[in-house]
Every structure is written in structure tokens, then in C-alpha cells.
């Protein structure tokens, strides 16, 4: 039940930040550049709540995006998965207490995300290459996620914590035991 509850707020959650991309944050732009506020949750998701379900969200979340505001269905669904795949191996290998380990993390999973999408988007929709102007926005839409991602990470990680242990629980013991 706890799960369910879980999941729920998940999509809760996906919803205020869709609401917040869409009102809030494009009176606050930097240039005329908006954070990406679902690549740091599926990054929480995959980090906290395990690899299958990062995808998952990954996938879900990016058809709705796409269906919602995007040119073509489908190029968002599959770099968020992408998204969720990097969660999961940056737990693997980094500390989630650590900030600079998880500004890292933003970054790299934030220009990925962009590179990804800004290829896909040429291969299918035929969009012309200003590589100028991309990495323009890209450095910007990583500072902004930095800058965003250092004032909520210590909601997300106590959080994120307890949804770990629901999701995850301890398997060290069971090993043995």
C-alpha cells in the first residue's frame, strides 16, 4: 500500500513540476532559457527508487511531454529513459550525500539529455544544426539546474531516503541471513 501511495505522489509530483515548466519558470528565465526540472526527477526516481522504475518514469513521463508540448512523439520518452539508465548507474558508483557528486550528476545527465534530444530532433524532424546557439543554451540549462538542483537536494535526499529503504529495503542482511 505504501508503494501505491508512493507511485501516486510520484505523478503528483509530475504534475506541480509540469505546472512550474509551464507558468512559473518562464518568468524566470535566464536568457530566454527554462531549467529542465524532469530531468532531476527522473534522477531522483532512478537513484531512489530503483533501476526498472527510473526507466519506467523515464518512458511514461516523456510520452506524456511529448503528447503535451512536444514536435514528435517519442524523442523525449527515450532520453529520459536515458535519463533513468544514468541514475542508475551514477547510485551505482557515487554517493548521494555527497552535493558535488550530485552536481556532477546533474550535469552530466542534463547535457546528455540535451544532446540526445538536439540529435534526435535533426534526425527525425530535420531541424537545423546552430551548434553556437546550443551549447549557448546547454551551459546555461546546467547552471540553471545546478542552481536548482543544490536548493532542493536536501528534500529530495530525506525524501528520497525513506523511499529507498520502501522501494530497495536492506538486502545486505538477506544475503546472509
Request: proline share 1%; no cysteine; glycine share 8%.
Amino acid at each position: 500500500m505504501k508503494k501505491v501511495l508512493i507511485n501516486l505522489a510520484i505523478i503528483f509530483v509530475f504534475l506541480i513540476i509540469y505546472f512550474l515548466q509551464a507558468n512559473f519558470f518562464t518568468g524566470f528565465r535566464i536568457a530566454g532559457i527554462m531549467p529542465n526540472l524532469f530531468v532531476i526527477l527522473i534522477l531522483f526516481i532512478g537513484m531512489f527508487m530503483g533501476k526498472t522504475l527510473g526507466i519506467v518514469y523515464g518512458i511514461i513521463f516523456g510520452l506524456l511531454l511529448d503528447i503535451f508540448i512536444g514536435k514528435t512523439l517519442g524523442i523525449t520518452s527515450i532520453m529520459l529513459a536515458v535519463v533513468g539508465v544514468i541514475a542508475i548507474i551514477f547510485d551505482k558508483n557515487f554517493s548521494k550525500d555527497s552535493r558535488i557528486a550530485i552536481m556532477i550528476i546533474v550535469s552530466i545527465s542534463t547535457i546528455i539529455y540535451e544532446i540526445g534530444i538536439y540529435i534526435l530532433s535533426h534526425l527525425i524532424i530535420n531541424t537545423d544544426i546552430e551548434l553556437l546557439a546550443f551549447i549557448r543554451i546547454l551551459l546555461i540549462e546546467v547552471i540553471y539546474n545546478i542552481i536548482l538542483t543544490i536548493i532542493i537536494y536536501p528534500l529530495m535526499q530525506l525524501v528520497g531516503y525513506d523511499i529507498e529503504e520502501e522501494f530497495k529495503g536492506n538486502k545486505i542482511l538477506t544475503k546472509y541471513f
